[in-house]
């Protein structure tokens, strides 16, 4: 039992094709006397085929040396090129991220949206837009959420351009989520600084989505989300214990200074702004550096 639970997790990359010799041979006399794993085969093999099609449908990168030395040499046919194929990328990549982040989204969302209505306030907004996001971004490139993970590792796609596809999809949803929420607002709390309102959760949202897309990647999705969630509350946690609503340890007394520098922190729209943009950055690279491991390991 054990040899077939570890050799049923191989057919993935049996199918992709990138087991080496010895592995494929065990594989193959498993697969001769297990219809289970013979029909699991079967599945991935339909998928590495939709994959297959999918890359193949996309055109080559961005800057290839044809596209700048191009007939033409007109930059308007190389930004149109480089458009639809960014295009392509992304419109493929709405199908390959988890189908239930979308609505899990909208609903807690949601929720925030009708406590800030009941409560007159809009902190509830302020305080869960980040976190959504930040939970959302864990899972779109992770092994553990991706049943394709290894083939599309496999694929001549660039990782880092399938990263970032989906990292803009997700992003460019919960923020199109926030904006609909403080907009809703506004006729039931006209006394809101509408741009005030976006800039308390926007720059927020923009860090913690970055720092638990990093994280993720060498750490995985639940321990990101917990370090991401620990640090987004724990400046709340400060603030109360600042306005004395909050009754925190006596060694907090002795570090006051640092707390006011890290509650300042979260307000410093920025260092959010520079850091989102270092960790997305770091992210993209870490995806060359996985696929590399995955297709070469030592």
């Known amino acids: ?38 029909e699991e085969l079967s599945f991935w093999m339909d998928t590495a085929a939709a994959v297959g099609a999918e890359d193949t449908a996309l055109p080559a990168p961005p800057f290839p040396d044809r596209l700048v030395l191009s007939k033409t040499g007109s930059p308007g046919a190389l930004i149109l090129s480089v458009l639809r194929h ?3 990328i992304l419109s493929s990549q709405i199908f390959m991220v988890q189908k239930d ?24 907004l302020r305080f869960l837009a980040p976190l959504v996001a930040a939970a959302c971004i864990t899972v779109i490139y992770a092994p553990d959420f991706d049943p394709v993970m290894e083939l599309s590792l496999s694929t001549s796609t660039s990782p880092w351009q399938i ?6 999809l997700v992003f460019v949803y919960n923020l199109a989520l926030g904006l609909a929420a403080s907009l809703a607002l506004l006729p039931f709390m006209p006394q809101l600084i509408l741009s005030e309102l976006i800039i308390g ?17 060498p750490l995985g999705s639940y321990n990101a989300i917990g370090i991401t969630y620990a640090l987004w509350i724990s400046q709340y946690l400060i603030k109360g214990s600042a306005s004395g609503s909050v009754l925190l340890p006596a060694p907090f007394s002795q570090i006051a200074s640092f707390l006011q520098v890290y509650q ?7 260092f959010l702004s520079l850091f989102s943009l270092v960790f997305v950055l770091a992210a993209l690279y870490l995806s060359l550096i996985k696929r590399e491991r995955f297709l070469h390991p030592a």
Do not use: K
């Open 101 to 124: 982040i979308w609505p899990a989204s909208a609903t807690v969302l949601m929720v925030g949206y009708f406590f800030a209505l009941a409560s007159g306030e809009a902190g509830a």
């Open 1 to 38: 039992m054990q040899d077939h639970d570890a050799l049923i997790n191989l057919i993935p990359e049996y199918a992709a094709g990138v087991l080496d010799a010895g592995q494929r041979r065990r594989v193959e006399e498993h697969l001769a006397g297990c219809a289970g794993c013979r």
């Open 163 to 168: 990263l970032l596809a989906r990292l803009v």
């Open 201 to 217: 959760w926007l720059c927020p949202m923009a860090f913690l989505t970055a720092l638990a897309l990093l994280l993720s990647l």
């Open 86 to 88: 960014a295009w392509l």
């Open 264 to 270: 300042a922190f979260w307000n410093n729209t920025l």
